[in-house]
């Protein structure tokens, strides 16, 4: 099938895909993906009261974990592209009793937000599916207030020598391969593997960072250099 850009291809993908996602996502990263964002979110130190944006967010998990952090005084607003994500996003807020989310169909390539609006904004396993990486920090790093942090947790290059390859291999063969098995879409997971192969490193990305305006840029990696959380501070 033919598509006249990465981001009628990847809306493809996540318009389809979303009722396996969150299965899927536990059976590619087996579950890790849940305790690196764990790790993540002490990382942060959220406050109750604090105001946070999640961008790309998906089925909605990162915007639940940042809600409960900011209690009922607080606000979170959820961001994705695609209609089917968020439709699992908002029944997940429902059932956590976590009505007062905001959710929001929209472009991360341009955040329909004022300029430093929140104390955080927060981007997991989506940066790597948008058209242009630079824009989309540049947008963050706008509307996030000063002294501000945006996180961006996300899958990486390995740097060890056989784990990279193992880790190529799984991407390549083996994720594709699960998807077909479990979610009937070898397609759209082939593109998950294509997009976390062509992403920058955690020194490429931890320079984009510097690139759109961040002062401090604080790295952590998971799973062997396979993922990696980048913490832009906002002087």
Same mark, same amino acid.
């Given at each position: 099938m033919g598509y006249s850009s990465k981001e009628e291809r990847v809306h493809h993908v996540f318009e389809n895909i979303y009722k396996n996602y969150d299965a899927m996502n536990s059976v590619i990263s087996f579950k890790q993906h849940i305790l690196w964002r764990e790790d993540v979110m002490k990382r942060m130190h959220v406050s109750p009261g604090d105001s946070a944006l999640d961008v790309c967010c998906g089925t909605g998990d990162w915007s639940i974990s940042l809600a409960k952090a900011v209690g009922p005084e607080g606000n979170v607003v959820g961001l994705d592209f695609s209609e089917n994500m968020l439709s699992i996003?908002?029944? +997940? %807020? &429902?059932?956590?009793?976590?009505? /007062? *989310?905001k959710w929001i169909h929209g472009n991360a390539m341009e955040l329909p937000f004022e300029d430093n609006q929140f104390d955080y904004v927060t981007i997991g396993f989506g940066l790597r599916n948008v058209p242009d990486y630079m824009t989309v920090l540049k947008e963050m790093y706008r509307v996030v207030k000063p002294g501000g942090q945006v996180?961006?947790?996300?899958? &990486? =290059? #390995?740097?060890? *020598?056989? !784990?990279r390859q193992l !880790?190529?291999?799984y991407f390549r063969f *083996?994720? #594709? $391969?699960? %998807?077909? *098995? $479990?979610? +009937?879409? !070898? =397609?759209? !997971?082939?593109?998950? =593997?294509?997009?976390? +192969? /062509?992403f920058p490193g955690k020194e490429q990305l931890k320079q984009m960072f510097f690139d759109a305006g961040f002062k401090f840029v604080d790295v952590k990696t998971y799973a062997g250099g396979g993922a990696a959380m980048h913490m832009g501070h906002k002087s």
């Open positions: 996003a908002k029944e +997940k %807020g &429902s059932r956590e009793q976590l009505n /007062d *989310i996180v961006c947790l996300e899958t &990486s =290059q #390995p740097t060890l *020598i056989g !784990y !880790y190529y291999f *083996i994720m #594709p $391969f699960l %998807g077909k *098995i $479990f979610a +009937k879409s !070898y =397609q759209e !997971y082939s593109w998950l =593997q294509e997009s976390a +192969k /062509d």
